[in-house]
């Protein structure tokens, strides 16, 4: 997973188009390419480097296309620690994205709400992280190409782009949830104790990516924005399984709302 390939990878895919803008769809949320104009697509199998996504509930491909008005590339699948890919194998689209000149990284993933109001189906706009998995994709010799040794994570959300959503909330009469999410290892789910440890710690909802691919993008100097599709309710005092089929339909019924929320601040 060398600078090299990375550079193979970016080189053949600014061959299709060079936008500006990355998306990446989480689990359930292949339902967001609704939203898109597709233009081309390119499976992960044809781009150097890149791991196969082997979630089911997953695709594997990038699409390149316009959200709205705005030229996006798309990734339809994502590479998750649980998977057994290393932190560097989950953000080498990132790097890629860098290299090919990206700027922003709008974030998409399902996650278990925390806080009672956040209710299965609805969206959470993540505001600041915990990463809780005692992983980082930074860790080793840094690429001075790609940012600094010690990125500052004082803003990793870009406060534009919040704003941009808190103004489409309000136009639009959205309840915009907003919230910490922490990023466990996964694959099992939480156990009731852990949910309580959680909530104590101060996250609002937990799932199993985003955190890894956020500190690269930040590395990296984009703008981020990230938002959760709350795919269940965790209530350690009345603690439920969350099946992935649930997971997977209440991510579809978030889906159009996040796609809406990324659509109006690329376009406004
Ligand atoms: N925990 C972890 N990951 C998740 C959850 C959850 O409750 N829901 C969706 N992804």
Do not use: W
Request: net charge negative; glycine share 8%; with cysteine.
């Amino acid at each position: 997973m060398t600078i090299d390939t990375a550079k193979r990878a970016a080189q053949l895919l600014c061959s299709i188009a060079k936008p500006e803008t990355a998306v990446i769809l989480g689990t359930g949320l292949d339902i967001m390419e609704q939203a898109l104009t597709i233009e081309h697509s390119v499976e992960y199998t044809d781009i150097p480097g890149f791991a196969v996504s082997s979630v089911a509930s997953h695709a594997g491909k990038m699409i390149f296309g316009r959200l709205g008005q705005c030229p996006v590339v798309v990734m339809s699948g994502r590479f998750h620690l649980y998977e057994g890919y290393s932190p560097q194998e989950v953000t080498f689209p990132v790097r890629v994205f860098k290299l090919m000149g990206v700027k922003r990284i709008l974030i998409s993933n399902a996650a278990g709400g925390l806080r009672k109001d956040l209710v299965p189906g609805s969206a959470m706009i993540i505001t600041d992280h915990i990463n809780f998995t005692g992983r980082n994709p930074l860790v080793g010799e840094n690429n001075e190409e790609m940012g600094p040794r010690f990125p500052d994570m004082t803003c990793p959300y870009s406060p534009l782009l919040l704003h941009k959503a808190r103004d489409y909330a309000k136009r639009s009469d959205l309840e915009l949830k907003e919230g910490v999410y922490v990023q466990v290892l996964g694959p099992s789910m939480e156990t009731a104790a852990e949910t309580r440890m959680l909530r104590i710690m101060g996250a609002d909802a937990v799932g199993m990516s985003t955190v890894m691919e956020v500190n690269q993008a930040v590395h990296c100097g984009m703008e981020v924005m990230a938002i959760s599709a709350i795919t269940n309710n965790n209530d350690p005092d009345d603690y439920r399984p969350a099946p992935i089929e649930e997971v997977i339909s209440m991510a579809k019924i978030a889906g159009p709302t996040i796609a809406g929320i990324f659509s109006s601040v690329l376009n406004s």
